[in-house]
């Protein structure tokens, strides 16, 4: 095929496709998705390119990995077949890009010129794809969105109309912020402010929060295959209500790395939370437990620390330093963190649960099962303070009291399909490593919210070097050690 020199994409008040000769490319415009494909790299360019993980993610959501990452190599062959091979250019393995030298966009050109007080035309104006995929729609809108001219309000969200739904909706976050004891409280009122006010997106995204965290290794008091798809629903229906509400970014971001383990489309989520919205906590927060999840120790302390000077007085922001200082195994650090978050509310469980298991790191057994047995207290028997304590027990060799507990999260793993990684730390921690080994694997198809932070979690690390290990660690998604 000739070179058809540089390409013209057309996005703006229309769509079209054109050569240097100004034909238009005709088999590419019978081609939507591809077509879409090509707008969506065209714009998200402009930040450097994007992964193919998200654009799997957002073309192909229901198609199994390897279904979808065929039909993205035959989509980028046609792309390069027709246009030419350096228009769509590999970013290093995980990522493509847009060559702005071969390929020019009006809708690229207006971003650029955001801020100039000139209006865009609108975005591909009656572009529709068959079979629809909300990840595309939602991308769309949120480009819409950017294009749009200044609605004039004011920074900031602002809150519900109605002081009915703009109580309920404070309270529920108020309440989040005291999980899991207040859990529930939380997604009550967020469930009220979410039919007060069904137009206010920053209500289903605080409800989409409730539902990640109920089936988080924080709650589990829902199993993930019913909290995170509710999340998930939440989080898009607020986007689709308002495509720049970073909440709803964030409460999506979370999903995707802690339930369906693409970890590349989760960070670009976080990424364009924070572009959004760069005073918000949240985004931070959840953004720290994705680069700790990935070893990235040094990046994931620093995003904690910008979310407790944004937030100082939360106390799971606080607490969770805590934990992230643990994962990095820095016990002493950890055991500080603690105890400032404890000063906050010495009746709040979180802090003596961390305290604990950062005496397990640091090797002090007996302090590690005082602080655990003092957290189920102040919990009232919470299931993941009583596993904790669970872990501390085996520790400290008390096999006893550790398999009294073990019987009980057993019996969850295979009744509920619950709680089956709290069950193999303490089969760990017992030495009954193929037990642990059948429960990992059982975590595993539960999709529990601890798999994500596989590779960080001191308790295994008796298990880190077994071929079982390394099998589950690329299930989750983790590139190989090197």
């Given amino acids: 095929m ?9 996005l703006l008040g229309g769509v079209d496709v054109v050569d240097a000769a100004g034909h238009r490319i005709e088999p590419l415009l019978a081609q939507p998705r591809r077509l879409a494909l090509l707008a969506m790299l065209a714009i998200e360019s402009m930040q450097g390119g994007c992964p193919r993980e998200r654009l799997m993610a957002t073309f192909w959501p229901d198609h199994s990995p390897e279904a979808a990452a065929a039909n993205l190599r035959q989509a980028v062959a046609f792309l390069r077949g027709l246009l030419g091979n350096e228009v769509v250019a590999g970013q290093g393995r995980h990522a493509l890009a847009i060559d702005g030298q071969r390929l020019q966009c009006d809708a690229v050109e207006a971003l650029r010129r955001l801020g100039s007080g000139a209006p865009a035309a609108e975005l591909m104006p009656g572009f529709h794809l068959k079979q629809a995929d909300e990840p595309w729609e939602e991308w769309l809108a949120e480009q819409r969105r ?13 809150l519900p109309a109605d002081p009915r739904a703009r109580a309920a909706y404070l309270h529920g976050r108020f309440h989040w912020t005291r999980r899991p004891r207040e859990s529930m409280k939380a997604l009550a009122c967020l469930q009220q402010a979410v039919e007060l006010a069904p137009d206010f997106a920053p209500a289903h995204a605080a409800l989409a929060d409730v539902y990640n965290t109920l089936g988080s290794w924080e709650s589990g008091a829902l199993a993930p295959a019913e909290s995170f798809p509710k999340a998930r629903v939440l989080a898009r229906r607020a986007l689709q209500i308002d495509p720049c509400c970073a909440a709803a970014h964030t409460s999506l971001a979370y999903a995707t790395a802690h339930h369906d383990w693409q970890w590349a489309d989760a960070e670009a989520r976080f990424a364009r939370a924070i572009e959004l919205d760069p005073g918000y906590a949240h985004a931070h927060h959840w953004h720290a437990h994705l680069l700790v999840a990935q070893q990235r120790f040094e990046e994931a302390l620093h995003a904690g620390a910008r979310a407790l000077e944004l937030q100082p007085l939360d106390i799971i922001i ?8 643990w994962l990095a ?9 603690a105890a400032r978050t404890a000063d906050l509310d010495d009746t709040d469980h979180w802090p003596p649960f961390f305290h604990g298991m950062a005496c397990a790191l640091a090797g002090r057994a007996e302090e590690a099962v005082d602080a655990l047995r003092r ?18 027990y ?8 550790a398999r009294t507990v073990l019987r009980e999260f057993d019996d969850a793993a295979q009744a509920q399909h619950r709680f089956a990684y709290e069950a193999a730390v303490i089969h760990a921690a017992l030495g009954d490593t193929d037990c642990a080994f059948t429960r990992l694997h059982d975590a595993l198809q539960a999709r529990s919210g ?5 590779r960080v979690d001191p308790r295994l690390d008796a298990l880190r070097e077994d071929p079982r290990y390394l099998a589950l660690e690329r299930a989750v998604g983790f590139p190989p050690r090197g």
């Fill in 2 to 10: 000739r070179d058809p020199g540089v390409i013209r994409l057309v």
């Fill in 146 to 158: 950017r294009l749009a001219p200044p609605r004039g309000r004011e920074a900031g969200e602002p």
């Fill in 318 to 325: 606080n607490v969770h330093m805590a934990w992230h200082h």
């Fill in 329 to 337: 195994r820095d016990a002493e650090a950890a055991i500080e963190q």
């Fill in 375 to 392: 957290s189920c207290a102040l919990s009232k028997g919470n299931a993941v303070m009583r596993a904790g304590l669970g872990y501390a």
């Fill in 394 to 401: 085996a520790f400290a060799q008390d096999r006893r009291a």
């Fill in 450 to 454: 601890w798999m994500a932070y596989l």
